[in-house]
């Protein structure tokens, strides 16, 4: 699991950095189609990425579950699996704050351009 997630981790920085670059190169040269390409892609590898680690979670969870339940091993056995699974899913608490911060930002530029607007279209003296 652990070349498969670095395999797809890198996958993912690869498009998010690609993705960056032909934006920035994309003001310039007119390229802007594959920039927007490029982040669909991204987008999807991000979150196929993130399936692959809920659905790895999931489902190894449920088999030593059932391990314990047949081999009536000690349930104790799967106590260190609750806080790992818990760390992966709190990723989607990052993404909350994440999201808060752009949204502020989001809504000081909007103010801003708001301003520069409401300059513009002041009738001149």
């Known amino acids: 699991m652990i070349v498969l997630f670095l395999g797809l981790m890198l996958a993912n920085f690869v498009f998010l950095i690609a993705t960056a670059v032909l934006g920035y190169v994309g003001l310039s ?35 030593v579950g059932h391990a314990i339940l047949v081999k009536g091993l000690e349930p104790k056995l799967a106590e260190p699996i609750g806080p790992l699974r818990r760390a992966a899913f709190a990723v989607l608490a990052g993404n909350l704050v994440a999201a808060a911060v752009e949204y502020r930002s989001i809504r000081d530029n909007g103010l801003v351009i708001d301003g520069i607007l409401a300059r513009i279209n002041a009738p001149s003296n």
């Open 29 to 63: 040269s007119g390229i802007g189609s594959s920039h927007r390409l490029f982040g669909a892609l991204a987008a999807m590898v991000c979150c196929g990425v993130h399936c692959v680690v809920f659905t790895y979670f999931v489902a190894t969870g449920k088999w």
